[in-house]
């Protein structure tokens, strides 16, 4: 019997391991400009006392980010990268659509699915690079909260070289 959150369609007995790219692929990923990411299963992002259901470039990346700075190994990674996504980074075409999930027996949590473009047209070869990488880590990682839940659950479709 097969089961899903939000788009996300999963059967418990029907498991599978699949290797992602390793630190040193990732660390070469190619710099890109633009990102097409499909959230599979509702996403949401803490602010304050509530919750925003939309997928802002900085709060979509800052979780990958954080799992980057915690596990990889020493890399010269840029420590105003966050910042540079949070002013250069913008969301420019999406489809989009409010995914409410029941947790914690009555609460309810309003989160969002569907697809979103994030561009850029200003950046370091090595910004480009990681936003690239860290889309790429984002399959593995998950985005925004409740992860653990299976929430924020994105693919990343082929992005567009930096040229």
Not at 23 to 39: G, Q, S
Not at 96 to 109: F, K, N, W, Y
Request: proline share 9%; net charge neutral.
């Amino acid at each position: 019997m097969y089961q899903s959150i939000g788009r996300q369609r999963f059967r418990a007995g029907d498991v599978t391991c699949t290797a992602g790219p390793g630190w040193p692929e990732l660390a070469d990923a190619r710099p890109v400009v633009r990102v097409d990411m499909e959230f599979l299963s509702p996403t949401t992002f803490r602010q304050g006392p509530g919750h925003l259901p939309l997928p802002v470039p900085y709060n979509v990346f800052y979780w990958p980010w954080r799992v980057w700075q915690a596990y990889a190994p020493p890399a010269d990674l840029p420590d105003d990268w966050l910042d540079w996504c949070r002013d250069e980074v913008f969301v420019t075409d999406h489809r989009l659509e409010t995914a409410p999930v029941r947790i914690a027996g009555q609460s309810e949590l309003k989160g969002f699915v569907g697809w979103a473009r994030f561009e850029t047209h200003k950046g370091t070869r090595e910004q480009l690079r990681l936003l690239h990488a860290l889309a790429q880590l984002a399959v593995y990682t998950g985005v925004g909260y409740k992860t653990t839940m299976g929430l924020g659950a994105v693919a990343v479709h082929k992005p567009a070289s930096a040229g």
